[in-house]
């Protein structure tokens, strides 16, 4: 779907999410539109960009649609990834106006979200660029929509951390107290884990990093650290391991971490926390 980099799309699990939406939206019926139109009425609409954006969610727009009645058309020389001007009509549709209205919050729910995502990861790449660290996600993702959401990640030109347990194995904070160390923790996971798994760990502290680097990781996750601290880590690490940082990741210190010599910069902000795209459907 579109221009999505390394995050590919099941049409399956995404017709399973939007048949759930549009079950909890409509219910037994629209009470307003079939009161008003005959069933035979038809209109014509378009998509309205109210701000500038990073559009992503046309196909699943359209997809909607299809699966509410297969008579209404949408139409976009836009895909995916393409940039939208504030006051641009970017897409037009037509159909029969029941379907259209039936479908009209739903489908603008999952395309300013995916578009909000999407603008916001391309800011951040763009705070990046020239530094040679990418942006990833996080899992903190609305539950039951995380395929859409790193969708749109990748979309926006972002990369897509581990997409659930299953992927890698990665130690946290909490992992770290209940098995007693790094080490510790480190050496279960040797036992019982594929050696074709990659192995991240979180850490906090410089001891922490020495720590890590000494049981030979993969990747070690700087968390929350000052910027004084990261560049310490970082000359620590450097050639031994892949170093990515997360915790209080903001637009505004992007810059900042990745001239500090980091290669993956992840925020869960570009999901738990994103802005909607400013979209609106009109019809005529």
């Given at each position: 779907?579109?221009k999505?980099?390394d995050?590919?799309?099941?049409q399956?699990t995404?017709?399973?999410?939007?048949?759930?939406a549009?079950?909890?939206?409509i219910g037994?019926?629209?009470?307003?539109?079939e009161a008003?139109?005959?069933?035979?009425?038809?209109?014509?609409?378009?998509?309205?960009?109210?701000e500038?954006?990073?559009?992503?969610?046309?196909?699943v727009?359209?997809?909607?649609?299809?699966?509410?009645?297969?008579?209404i058309?949408?139409s976009?020389?836009?895909?995916?990834?393409?940039?939208v001007s504030?006051g641009?009509?970017f897409?037009?549709?037509?159909?029969?106006?029941r379907?259209l209205?039936?479908?009209?919050?739903?489908?603008?729910?999952?395309?300013?979200r995916?578009?909000?995502?999407?603008?916001?990861?391309s800011?951040y790449?763009?705070?990046?660029?020239?530094?040679?660290?990418i942006i990833?996600?996080?899992r903190?993702?609305?539950?039951g929509?995380?395929?859409?959401e790193?969708?749109?990640?990748?979309v926006g030109?972002g990369?897509?951390?581990r997409?659930g347990?299953?992927?890698?194995v990665?130690i946290?904070?909490n992992h770290?107290?209940?098995?007693g160390?790094?080490s510790a923790?480190?050496?279960?996971?040797?036992?019982?884990v594929s050696?074709f798994?990659?192995?991240?760990?979180?850490?906090?502290?410089?001891?922490?990093?020495?720590?890590?680097?000494?049981a030979g990781?993969d990747?070690?996750m700087?968390?929350n650290?000052?910027?004084a601290v990261?560049?310490?880590?970082?000359?620590m690490?450097?050639g031994?391991?892949?170093?990515?940082?997360?915790?209080?990741?903001t637009?505004?210190?992007?810059?900042d971490?990745?001239?500090?010599?980091?290669d993956?910069?992840?925020?869960?902000?570009?999901?738990?926390?994103?802005?909607?795209?400013d979209?609106?459907?009109?019809?005529?």
């Open positions: 779907m579109g999505a980099g995050m590919a799309m099941n399956l995404v017709d399973d999410i939007l048949r759930r549009l079950q909890e939206d037994f019926g629209d009470l307003t539109s008003i139109f005959a069933e035979g009425h038809y209109s014509r609409g378009y998509l309205l960009a109210k500038d954006l990073v559009l992503a969610g046309m196909e727009f359209t997809r909607v649609f299809v699966l509410l009645d297969d008579r058309k949408v976009s020389r836009y895909v995916d990834g393409d940039r504030e641009e009509k897409a037009a549709l037509e159909g029969p106006t379907a209205l039936m479908g009209e919050r739903v489908a603008l729910n999952f395309m300013q995916l578009a909000g995502i999407a603008t916001q990861t800011r790449v763009a705070a990046a660029r020239g530094y040679g660290a990833t996600d996080t903190k993702t609305t539950p929509l995380r395929m859409l790193k969708y749109a990640v990748a030109g990369s897509n951390h997409f347990l299953d992927s890698m990665m946290k904070d770290i107290k209940a098995a160390g790094i923790a480190i050496n279960q996971i040797r036992e019982r050696p798994i990659k192995i991240e760990v979180e850490t906090e502290t410089l001891e922490q990093v020495r720590e890590a680097v000494a990781v990747v070690i700087l968390d650290m000052p910027i990261i560049k310490e880590a970082v000359d690490i450097r031994r391991a892949l170093i990515e940082v997360s915790g209080n990741v637009l505004e210190r992007i810059g971490l990745a001239a500090a010599g980091v993956i910069i992840s925020s869960g902000a570009l999901t738990h926390s994103v802005k909607a795209a979209i609106s459907m009109k019809l005529e």
